[in-house]
């Protein structure tokens, strides 16, 4: 009965609106959007959003004969977690016999004061056919703080009743009305709906040719804010195909529109670059040349199933350098990017209310799609993004972050057996995490080596700790290896990178939280004729639009910086160092007990220079930052020039990186030992130097790693806690090559007492 009703009413609604001529023209309007709206219609096209003008003239002149033609705002009440909002005069318009939405700010306000500002997203479903505008569906972001991806940075909250929590609004017009009630027939609405959603980050990324190094818009279709039909974009939701290459020259196509791609999944945040695997698009097609984006609507044209092309290979570092990294990146701990909360809000006509036949059945089908929405994004994400479309409360997080990792608590060396890496592993949410698995990934001169284990469920508020054992007696102390801690579960996704110093303990450290003695310029003699180095927290700062200093230190808040600001203040203050050398001095530092000492640091690095139109920004190799050390008596007087130990030159680092620099094996240590970080653009023109350092610290190799006598390999683990694997090659069997080491010593000592 209540599928009737909601069908005659419906069908009430569809031929009552007065014939005309259509007139269109953009929705956009920059006092409420953040770009303009992208807008899914009904013939399978996608393009910005347009308004009907000669609807609303029409509208207008009813306004006129009508100055008051509905009641004061009506209720707003929760049917289940599904929000019903009454239209009113502030929220709908109307020339009479057909209603539009006028103002989506004033819905979102009504909703936000009724059930709090706790959402990312909410998502309007109309029980009237929204004669406005001729989309199927639309989104208009309110809220973009995420660099990187095209879309500029602007914050409309306060218009939307928000203080920063919502992002992006929905209209899904009348979609529900038109879905069914299974999950079968909501499944093709569902690809819609994820479209939409997506467009909060996507799809306006270019990237640089890598046949021509220039800067490309070949990735972008229609309206440059969706794919073009022939990359490989796994089946994007954004009108992509997944292609396959057959090898021949020929190309197939196997899936599209279902779900989000690598490259959707790094701009909302749920990859990191590094985990973006390269991707093609298909060039040199037969009888078919790229349109510029902009042209695009007038020429597109599905793909054959099979195309002869040639295959251009991409990479996420040729987006980077186009579109500047993104950022906030995946995993950052300061903003949650894998959980979001989204309220569905069914919007009435003026004379209908919560309980009309209309409202009242879709909100009851809503009750049951949200929970299909749900399941679709975890799958169509493959478990990094949880959606949470619970209104009266939130549905808790379940989650598996990789909180920290302690190497080597044994201070064992190397060739004393495996060496111990425990990963720690919490579940901060309020739901039990399900299905959780933790790898441990070393890596040293590119050979990797990685071991899962399987965890199990992790109880909300708990956090365990995984055991790997690595042997790394192939490994000397002293030497780095880079490891990567990642878990997964039903739910979640997360990773924690870092490296450790084989062999080593810190000796002395110093994180910048304070001014521990640290001197800029200590000879007074610096010629850089921009910024020299200043302590405090670095902000974020561009050279034509590229990224080449972090917002913020690499921990705490401290960190010493050539120009912490991200612009001159006056003529006296620059942001970078260029036209000559910068200087910044430690304190003296005792080294009179270590053993072979390295030191450790955190650096950004931007090294740079313009082409000949100062237009793009490329590394130069006459920008440097170099580190040298000497030795120093105990009060600090000098005892040995400066000597070289590290330096970095025509690069742009990814944000923050480690670096060590093994101290020269002949330096005095009996006193102690300073360190220089210079800073240094010789340029002729058009170059600079942002620098910036944190974390600086000085290792000693542990007693461990000078016995002499080694014992046997590691005993086999047992299954599914560790290994006797060494690193980068197959598992140790049986340890007689140490064995034979260990008695020709002994051999030796009883020769030498006969």
């Known amino acids: 009965m209540r599928v009737a009703i909601l069908i005659i009413v419906l069908g009430a609604m569809v031929g009552v609106a007065p014939a005309h001529a259509e007139r269109w023209v953009p929705a956009y309007d920059p006092s409420l959007h953040v770009k303009p709206p992208m807008a899914h219609y009904p013939d399978g096209s996608v393009s910005q959003l347009v308004r009907d003008a000669d609807w609303l003239d029409e509208v207008a002149r009813y306004r006129r004969d009508h100055p008051r033609p509905f009641a004061a705002p009506g209720d707003v009440v929760l049917q289940g977690e599904v929000v019903v909002v009454q239209g009113d005069d502030e929220s709908i318009e109307t020339n009479g016999s057909s209603f539009s939405i006028r103002s989506i700010p004033a819905i979102t306000r009504r909703v936000i004061e009724k059930v709090g500002d706790h959402f990312h997203a909410l998502t309007l479903w109309t029980s009237f056919d929204d004669k406005g505008n001729r989309s199927e569906a639309y989104e208009s972001t309110v809220k973009n703080e995420v660099r990187g991806l095209g879309v500029a940075l602007r914050d409309m909250s306060a218009s939307y009743g928000s203080k920063g929590t919502l992002r992006s609004v929905l209209n899904m017009k009348t979609i529900a009305l038109r879905a069914g009630d299974t999950a079968a027939t909501w499944l093709p609405h569902l690809s819609t709906w994820g479209q939409e959603s997506g467009h909060r980050w996507m799809m306006f990324m270019r990237f640089i040719d890598p046949r021509t190094g220039r800067e490309s818009d070949a990735l972008l279709g229609r309206d440059c804010g969706h794919y073009q039909k022939y990359v490989d974009t796994q089946g994007s939701v954004h009108d992509g195909y997944a292609w396959r290459d057959n090898g021949d020259g020929t190309f197939s196509w196997t899936e599209k529109e279902v779900r989000y791609g690598n490259l959707d999944l790094y701009g909302m945040g749920l990859l990191a670059a590094d985990e973006v695997p390269p991707f093609f698009l298909i060039d040199g097609i037969p009888g078919y040349r790229y349109p510029s984006c902009r042209d695009y609507g007038s020429v597109m044209r599905p793909p054959e199933k099979m195309t002869r092309g040639t295959r251009v290979d991409v990479g996420i570092d040729d987006v980077i350098v186009a579109m500047g990294e993104r950022t906030p990146a995946a995993y950052d701990a300061l903003s949650r990017q894998d959980y979001w909360r989204e309220a569905q809000v069914v919007v009435t006509r003026p004379d209908e209310t919560a309980g009309s036949p209309t409202p009242r059945a879709l909100a009851d089908r ?24 619970q209104t009266t409360a939130d549905c808790g997080d379940a989650r598996s972050d990789v909180k920290a990792m302690v190497f080597n608590a044994a201070r064992k060396g190397p060739a004393q057996g495996a060496l111990a890496f425990d990963v720690e592993v919490a579940n901060g949410g309020t739901r039990p995490a399900t299905g959780v698995k933790v790898a441990l990934e070393l890596q040293r001169d590119g050979q990797p080596r990685t071991e899962t284990r399987d965890l199990g469920a992790l109880a909300a508020g708990t956090t365990r700790t995984q055991r790997f054992e690595f042997d790394l007696r192939d490994v000397p102390c002293g030497k780095e290896v880079a490891w990567k801690a990642m878990t997964t579960s039903d739910f979640h996704a997360n990773r924690r990178l870092g490296s450790v110093l084989v062999g080593v303990e810190a000796a002395w450290s110093d994180d910048f939280e304070s001014d521990t003695g640290w001197i800029p310029n200590p000879d007074g003699d610096d010629t850089a004729t921009g910024a020299g180095w200043e302590l405090g927290k670095p902000e974020r700062s561009e050279i034509l639009k590229k990224q080449v200093q972090p917002a913020g230190a690499h921990g705490g808040e401290g960190a010493w910086v050539t120009g912490l600001g991200p612009d001159a203040s006056s003529r006296e203050r620059a942001s970078f160092v260029r036209e ?16 072979d000492p390295t030191l450790r640091y955190w650096v950004s690095f931007a090294g740079v220079g313009a082409d000949a139109d100062n237009t793009t920004l490329m590394p130069s190799d006459n920008s440097h930052l170099v580190v040298s050390v000497r030795s120093v008596a105990p009060g600090g007087a000098a005892t040995s020039p400066w000597r070289e130990i590290d330096r970095l030159s025509g690069q742009i680092t990814r944000g923050w990186t480690s670096r060590t620099a093994v101290l020269p094996r002949d330096l005095d240590l009996k006193g102690g030992v300073k360190f220089r970080f210079v800073a240094r653009d010789e340029n002729p023109n058009r170059g600079a130097v942002e620098a910036s350092i944190d974390d600086v610290e000085l290792t000693s190799n542990l007693a461990a790693c000078y016995e002499r006598v080694v014992v046997g390999p590691p005993a086999r683990a047992a299954a599914g806690d560790g290994c006797d694997c060494g690193l980068g090659g197959r598992a140790r069997a049986g340890g007689a090559p140490v064995l034979a080491l260990a008695a020709l010593v002994l051999s030796r000592r009883r020769r030498r007492r006969r």
């Open 366 to 389: 809503l009750a049951r799609a949200r929970l299909y929405w749900e399941d679709w994004v975890r799958a169509a994400t493959n478990n990094r993004l949880v959606v949470c479309t």
């Open 580 to 595: 000559g050398s910068a200087t910044l001095e430690s304190p003296a530092v005792d080294a009179s007990k270590l053993r």
